[in-house]
């Protein structure tokens, strides 16, 4: 599997499992980012591969003006939504890669999950374009979290079943790949770990979120809702099963 190709069709049929029942990034990423950044109200924000605004909203919150940059129409639609409640929110059509945005436009760049899926070098160059003096660059990796207990390595498994999956495990590493496009440059990391207790439903629907298993309506359906179900009743305790997950935040200055 190539990450570097085009992957921005990924989500279009999984918007609203993906809006419903993803995690959610911990609002204490905006005290790190006070204290370590030196983020005001004021900051401008450029969120890249923005989905439905899930990191955008963080941002909103703090009362930022974001610009959030989608290729993806419908993930762009769902985060459009938002400019409803949050006149700071302006959507764009663009990539990382190409963002569209003027030069020297924005304080901070972040991105979420999305990284994975970005040219590396080439938007690296285009980050420094977008960026003020002195601005900076985040990354939030959030997912669930990876280890040898049974509860952690049984649902790891029933995803290694399907290629894109393993071949994403096999060949790209957050710590690695944060290491090289920072290169030369100071990283600041942070842990933020959680625990969600999700029912089946929201297990099904959170598992619907990712962008390599079958949908409802593929052949390979059935045989992922049986083996959800027999996970949910080896691990369930009182309707519900923990989802341990992980935050890491990186966060950076680049130099050319």
Not at 151 to 170: G, V, W
């Amino acid at each position: 599997m190539d990450l570097r190709g085009d992957n921005t069709a990924r989500f279009t049929d999984r918007v609203n499992a993906y809006r419903r029942y993803r995690s959610r990034y911990p609002r204490e990423i905006l005290g790190l980012l006070r204290e370590y950044c030196r983020l005001t109200p004021t900051s401008v924000i450029a969120d890249i591969g923005s989905g439905t605004g899930m990191l955008a909203e963080v941002f909103l919150e703090n009362g930022n003006k974001v610009f959030a940059i989608e290729p993806n129409s419908a993930m762009r639609s769902a985060c459009k939504e938002l400019e409803a409640s949050h006149s700071n929110l302006c959507c764009i059509e663009g990539t990382a890669e190409a963002t569209t945005l003027p030069a020297r436009s924005v304080d901070f760049v972040t991105a979420g999950r999305a990284f994975h899926w970005f040219k590396h070098e080439e938007c690296r160059s285009e980050f420094m374009r977008i960026l003020r003096p002195g601005g900076w660059v985040m990354f939030a990796s959030l997912g669930r979290r990876k280890g040898t207990e049974p509860l952690l390595q049984d649902f790891d498994n029933l995803l290694m079943k399907y290629p894109d999956y393993a071949s994403i495990r096999a060949h790209f590493d957050m710590e690695e790949a944060c290491r090289k496009f920072f290169v030369n440059c100071e990283i600041h990391r942070a842990e933020f770990p959680d625990i969600q207790n999700l029912n089946y439903e929201e297990l099904e629907g959170q598992t619907l979120s990712f962008s390599m298993v079958p949908l409802p309506e593929d052949a390979g359906f059935p045989a992922l809702r049986r083996a959800l179900q027999d996970y949910f009743s080896r691990y369930q305790s009182g309707g519900r099963v923990p989802v341990p997950t992980d935050c890491r935040i990186y966060v950076g200055q680049l130099r050319s």
